[in-house]
């Protein structure tokens, strides 16, 4: 399986390769050449396999460069029971993405009992092995640096910490984080996590990130490498879990369901895509956006208009708050019919600040074609999900995955299930769920106290040369 740049200007790639990179050469993203497809007979054979046996026979159609034997074993050991054990009592956790019904054809499907309670660790979790084995084969090291408000770099430090060959710093906001999310980062005791709090807010750290990975000589020296959500390996380990989803709903390949994503960044529904593009029977995906409506206002009048920072609104589902959709750029690429030409040429507008407007051209009506429809949700119908969710499920749903289960009533099908993807556990955001509910949500045994632990962080002012100084001391 070879990987082409999206702007149609970069060398193919294989997977180990796109795996340790950012973005192609030439600014693009990576995708398949074209997607590998899943036979009906492939699909059957699915139905009587572990998640384990799942990934490791998609992620052959994607990773043909790593050995069957080698491939096996990382997915054996990513997704095994005890990695995705902090959920609900009732939940059949060996499914490790196991199914709740709600009531006739409307499911939830729990992608957040990892170790940081949020989706992003079933992917990530798979990155942090694969990464260990291409490295320790390449005989290479790299220094992950990030800036994080929360999920992402919670779960990438607990996807890399003790892992060879690398090392992770991860910036973060002193002040904007709950008590919770500095806990869970600032406890980690690994001497390959390095955690820096900077005197600032989230976009002060991110400036700091895009200094030190603009200063190229510096980059090259200390191989300093990301682990964003326009990683591949992330998009491909996210298709596994529709697979997944899919089996557990339906009883005959004859079926189709429809999935419900909470989108920030277009990560996970792009897995959705590219599953569908696969074989798998999806009707519908349908993509829900909190207050920032950026890709609801695109799926609805063809228009992308990527927000300034300044305008984007803080909400109480923080981590769909997002000016632009870094993945956004795979699903148009299909959707122009994979011409590069007319991507360079629509996102010519967008890198330079602008936007593009699809409303009267032939790719509106493939955009039903590819099965995307969307919605919007605001803090008000947040509340109101939760109460209604706890009042008639007696289940306590996370601000995200309200939305997500808010826009997925507005285009459920009376024929076919329609499965909500939970994107992270109540507890992760805990202040609205007592707005809502008057009480504080339930917690895993393994985080009651996790306030109370000691921390080990570095408090940094907003400086560029104070980090880079950082990682010459600790890359030493
Ligand atoms: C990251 C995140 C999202 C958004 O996912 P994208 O892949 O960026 O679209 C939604 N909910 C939660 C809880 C998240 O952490």
């Not at 299909?334 to 007319?342: F, Q, S, T, Y």
Request: charged share 20%; hydrophobic share 40%.
């Amino acid at each position: 399986m070879q990987y082409l740049s999206t702007r149609g200007n970069a060398p193919q790639l294989g997977f180990s390769d796109i795996l340790l990179g950012g973005l192609m050469e030439d600014g693009g993203l990576s995708l398949p050449a074209s997607y590998p497809t899943v036979s009906d007979a492939e699909l059957t054979a699915m139905r009587g396999m572990s998640y384990a046996e799942l990934a490791y026979t998609l992620l052959a159609k994607f990773a043909t460069d790593i050995p069957a034997d080698d491939l096996r074993a990382l997915a054996a050991k990513t997704y095994t029971p005890a990695v995705y054990c902090n959920a609900r009592p009732d939940s059949d956790t060996s499914q490790i993405t196991p199914l709740r019904k709600l009531e006739k054809n409307l499911y939830l499907q729990e992608l957040s009992n990892g170790p940081t309670l949020a989706f992003k660790d079933m992917a990530m979790q798979l990155l942090g092995n694969l990464f260990e084995y291409v490295l320790a084969k390449r005989g290479e090291q790299i220094n992950i640096l990030g800036a994080t408000s929360g999920d992402t770099g919670s779960a990438a430090e607990y996807a890399m910490r003790g892992k060879k060959g690398v090392r992770v710093f991860m910036l973060s906001p002193r002040e904007n984080m709950s008590a919770f999310q500095r806990a869970q980062m600032y406890s980690l005791q690994d001497a390959n996590i390095f955690n820096l709090a900077v005197r600032g807010m989230f976009d002060d750290a991110q400036d700091i990130v895009k200094a030190v990975s603009n200063d190229l000589a510096f980059k090259a020296e200390y191989k300093i490498g990301a682990v964003n959500s326009i990683n591949w390996g992330r998009v491909a380990a996210q298709v596994i879990y529709y697979f997944k989803g899919y089996l557990a709903a339906t009883t005959s390949n004859n079926q189709q369901v429809n999935f419900a994503v909470p989108s920030g960044n277009f990560g996970n529904i792009c897995a959705g895509h590219i599953a569908r593009m696969m074989g798998l029977p999806i009707r519908k995906l349908v993509l829900a956006t909190n207050e920032n409506d950026v890709l609801d206002e695109f799926f609805r009048t063809g228009v992308y208009r990527p927000r300034k920072t300044a305008d984007v609104k803080v909400t109480s589902s923080p981590s769909m708050d997002i000016s632009k959709a870094s993945n956004f750029e795979r699903f148009v690429f299909d959707l122009v019919g994979r011409d590069p030409a007319v991507v360079r040429e629509l996102w010519k507008a967008v890198d330079g600040g602008g936007h593009f407007d699809l409303s009267t051209t032939p790719y509106i009506p493939r955009i039903a074609e590819f099965g995307f429809v969307s919605g919007r949700s605001n803090h008000a119908d947040r509340i109101a999900t939760i109460q209604r969710v706890y009042k008639q499920y007696g289940l306590m749903i996370d601000t995200h995955t309200a939305d997500g289960l808010k826009v997925a009533l507005e285009h459920l099908d009376d024929d076919i299930p329609t499965i909500v993807l939970e994107t992270a556990l109540p507890a992760k955001f805990e202040e609205t769920i007592i707005e809502a509910l008057g009480e504080k949500p339930w917690r895993p045994a393994s985080m009651q106290n996790i306030e109370a632990l000691p921390q080990r962080v570095e408090v940094m002012d907003i400086k560029v040369q104070a980090v880079k100084d950082f990682i010459v001391t600790h890359t030493r």
